[in-house]
């Protein structure tokens, strides 16, 4: 029996969000034969939706390292002894998960999110075990892009990279892989009888056209501009209506969602437009809309909304940021809209309310590119296959 490899994966967060969700998957479908995966990270869901998938999970708490700033007079301004606070932390959590690796004979560490990044690159220091990072996010600080360029080149095995705009974050590319979440077909599709329940449940009926965004509120992500576009489409479509899943996590966020939330009554929206909070029925939300929209006005790495829209053969409508063009073709598997502003947004829709046939037609060649391209099986033979290239021959 040949010896299964360890996997160590480490998530700084515990509520599940875009990395959580393909954290999971990739707990579902690793290769159980080959490979034993392990989690740390904080007490939470996602700690519970492993154990659920019988992972060991180490509970550790982590910090965001990242944040060495503080307010003085009004102003941010860096604070030395914050940094250096994180710092210790981080090289505390660095020896902890290095005494873990180390006891449990882990061969490759798996830094999942941004901030487990540090802590992942310090316990191979301290461990001797190669280290992988995962990239979901583009990142605006030059201050950190040059420290994780640094670190990468020091002392890191391998990259995977959800899209190719994340990968050019890194001068060196030799070590880099990119490898596009999947997501699974079955799980997102349109189930009719499903999709008319969630319609008749909002009071829709045949008639009305359906727009949704999906996705944790916060400012970056377009909301917005969603809730703007659609003050102005109802008031020459009144067959429209607009739904919004998701919530709000800081405070800063609730403070939006409430704004969001005023600006809808004030626009005429209140028997439009409905703020769902947080679902687990995405699948079946995305395929009661007509059109699913994605309005990030920065960049998005590989946002799972687009292609959990595409699957469910909805006209998927995005601001060309980020990873998002790597998945959507323009004008063939849904429409990219480059005025990035509510205006822009309102002109995409409108024709996609008058012609029923564009809306299916984007739908169909959209659920076909998904199926084709971005299945979850493909991600995870690209993943297992970046392991066994820095295990060597050992696996295979």
Avoid at 229 to 241: D, E, G, P, Q
Wanted: hydrophobic content about 40%; proline content about 4%.
């Amino acid at each position: 029996m040949k010896h299964k490899a360890r996997i160590l994966y480490v998530n700084h967060a515990s509520k599940i969000s875009g990395a959580e969700r393909c954290m999971i998957r990739m707990l579902d479908d690793i290769d159980r034969e080959r490979f034993e995966p392990f989690l740390a990270c904080p007490d939470g869901d996602l700690a519970r939706e492993a154990e659920f998938r019988d992972t060991p999970v180490f509970r550790v708490e982590f910090l965001d390292y990242q944040r060495n700033r503080s307010k003085l007079i009004g102003r941010s301004v860096p604070n030395p002894f914050l940094a250096l606070t994180h710092a210790t932390g981080a090289t505390l959590i660095g020896r902890r998960l290095s005494r873990i690796a180390r006891q449990f004979k882990v061969n490759v560490i798996h830094a999942n999110t941004l901030l487990a990044r540090v802590p992942a690159y310090l316990t191979g220091k301290f461990s001797g075990v190669p280290v992988i990072w995962h990239i979901r996010d583009i990142l605006s600080s030059r201050v950190w892009l040059t420290i994780y360029d640094r670190l990468a080149r020091g002392g890191i095995s391998g990259i995977i990279s959800v899209s190719n705009a994340c990968r050019w974050q890194f001068r060196d590319q030799t070590k880099i892989s990119t490898i596009y979440d999947g997501i699974s077909s079955q799980v997102f599709c349109r189930r009719p009888e499903e999709a008319d329940a969630v319609r008749h449940s909002f009071g829709w009926d045949d008639k009305s056209v359906v727009f949704g965004i999906f996705g944790r509120i916060t400012t970056w992500k377009g909301h917005e501009q969603f809730v703007e576009a659609a003050v102005a489409v109802n008031r020459r479509y009144s067959s429209t209506h607009w739904l919004v899943v998701g919530e709000a996590w800081s405070d800063e966020d609730q403070e939006f969602e409430a704004a969001l939330r005023s600006r809808a009554l004030q626009g005429g929206l209140a028997d439009h437009l409905v703020f769902t909070g947080f679902r687990n029925d995405v699948s079946s939300l995305m395929s009661a809309c007509d059109v699913v929209v994605v309005p990030s006005i920065k960049p998005d790495p590989f946002p799972n909304t687009v292609l959990e829209g595409m699957a469910c053969s909805r006209a998927v409508v995005a601001f060309p940021v980020g990873g998002i063009p790597e998945a959507i073709e323009d004008g063939i598997s849904g429409r990219l809209v480059t005025q990035m502003d509510a205006g822009g947004l309102a002109s995409a829709m409108m024709p996609l309310i008058e012609h029923r046939i564009l809306r299916e037609t984007l739908g169909a060649h959209a659920r076909k590119r998904v199926v084709e391209k971005f299945s979850p099986e493909k991600t995870q033979r690209g993943i297992e296959q970046v392991y066994d290239t820095i295990l060597g021959s050992e696996n295979q």
